[in-house]
């Protein structure tokens, strides 16, 4: 019995691991908090505008359309151990800067689309760093577990955050809020500082070229890895845009107030944790079909939820939405990571990167301007039915595949 319950959990028996996840909770937890108190800033110094709080989020997104690929080239030939320290402690002294800004009342649009800007570019090499150097900290027979614990951690921060940011700003405002995230970044760079990096398990920093190219053509010449990005892609431009919708939904379809905008974040987030903890018993890689199929289930989730009439019925369409989104997150990064050479693991994650999160400039900016147009269910509408075809397309692209396949005489 013991030994069934501790399965989920075995990548934490590797000590470095378990310094980088309690790091990254404490850090990812004050992300959320900052994210929620932005997002409810922006709207306040606009008055609701929904094209404001896209431009934010495009801001904050465009760095990593722009420069993901170069860091993971930067992760596949330097010391990610290094990388990851430099750029906790930079996104710290911003998170600083914006904190104060924000208490002494002197914060204002301009300021926020700034920080927006310069912390995506610390997260575009940040985040293909971080996926990578997963590998490293357990191997490769651990990595879909140790995986799964990461997204699991950053689904009880998104679960946290949200809300103890909306119960905080209601009672102190959002400076302490940003404040908060500040101090986060202190327990990530404890974290690396105190690993072994003799149990770390890599080869020493390649000297080669590392270009960028190479790992494109790598991933062209497999099908297994083009089609799941493409849904990718087309997934995070049109689905993924909850940080444009969710804060609208609130506050322009139920009238809700800082708290209760926390809840309904808290909501998809609890979600996409129950996904996650599901996801530490895969021990494979996952089929095409599976990814597809999860692609599919998420796109007709999220158009239920524009649809929910009443506060408690979106709340229970968003942790049924949250769920399927994570898992076909989920199940695409173990379809595309485990199918990868690891010669190219850096650069090819930081193109998934590159293609889930660098697209959300673009469906910020056309979520947020429909929104303004067609009313804020519109920016759930468009994502659902989107996602919803480009997962029926995938699937009958998976089975002309396998009918190929199967019709291909015998060598």
């Not at 609701?48 to 596949?76: C, E, I, K, N, W």
């Not at 609208?248 to 987030?269: C, H, N, P």
């Not at 158009?303 to 942790?319: Q, S």
Request: proline residues 5%.
């Amino acid at each position: 019995m013991t030994s069934a319950l501790a399965s989920p959990f075995r990548s934490l028996a590797i000590r470095n691991f378990r310094l980088f996840a309690a790091g990254q909770v404490v850090s990812v937890t004050g992300t959320w908090m900052m994210i929620t108190a932005q997002d409810w800033l922006v709207l306040s110094l606009t008055d609701g505008s929904g094209s404001a709080l896209g431009l934010v989020t495009a801001l904050q997104f465009t760095p990593m359309l722009l420069l993901t690929l170069y860091g993971g080239r930067l992760a596949d030939r330097y010391d990610k151990r290094v990388l990851l320290l430099g750029a906790n402690l930079t996104a710290g002294v911003l998170a600083l800067l914006l904190a104060l800004l924000t208490l002494t009342g002197t914060v204002r649009l301009g300021h926020l689309c700034f920080f927006a800007l310069c912390l995506g570019t610390v997260n575009a090499v940040e985040t293909p760093t971080r996926i990578s150097f997963v590998s490293e900290l357990v191997g490769p027979a651990l990595l879909p577990n140790a995986s799964a614990l990461s997204v699991s951690y950053f689904s009880v921060s998104r679960v946290v955050g949200p809300a103890a940011s909306g119960a905080l700003i209601a009672w102190l405002g959002t400076g302490p809020v940003m404040l908060v995230n500040a101090v986060s970044y202190v327990a990530p760079v404890a974290g690396l500082l105190l690993m072994r990096p003799g149990e770390l398990l890599r080869g020493a920093p390649g000297r080669g070229p590392h270009r960028v190219v190479d790992a494109l053509r790598h991933v062209a010449s497999r099908r297994d890895l083009t089609l799941p990005l493409a849904l990718v892609a087309a997934v995070g431009l049109f689905g993924l845009n909850f940080q444009v919708t969710l804060p609208l939904i609130a506050r322009t379809v139920f009238d809700a107030d800082a708290r209760t905008f926390g809840l309904l974040t808290t909501a998809l987030a609890a979600g996409s944790l129950l996904a996650a903890l599901a996801g530490t018993a895969r021990r494979e890689r996952p089929s095409g079909r599976l990814v597809a199929g999860s692609a599919l289930g998420f796109g007709v989730l999220e158009t239920v939820a524009g649809w929910a009439p009443t506060l408690g019925l979106a709340m229970v369409a968003l942790f049924l939405t949250g769920l399927a989104s994570t898992y076909f997150a989920q199940a695409a990064n173990h379809r595309i990571q485990l199918g990868s050479d690891p010669a190219y693991r850096g650069r090819v994650m930081a193109l998934y990167t590159l293609i889930l999160q660098g697209t959300t400039p673009l469906g910020s900016l056309l979520v947020g301007g429909l929104a303004g147009v067609l009313g804020a269910r519109s920016g759930l509408w468009l994502g659902g039915l989107a996602t919803t075809g480009a997962a029926l397309l995938c699937l009958a692209t998976e089975r002309r595949t396998r009918t190929r396949s199967d019709d291909r005489p015998p060598d």
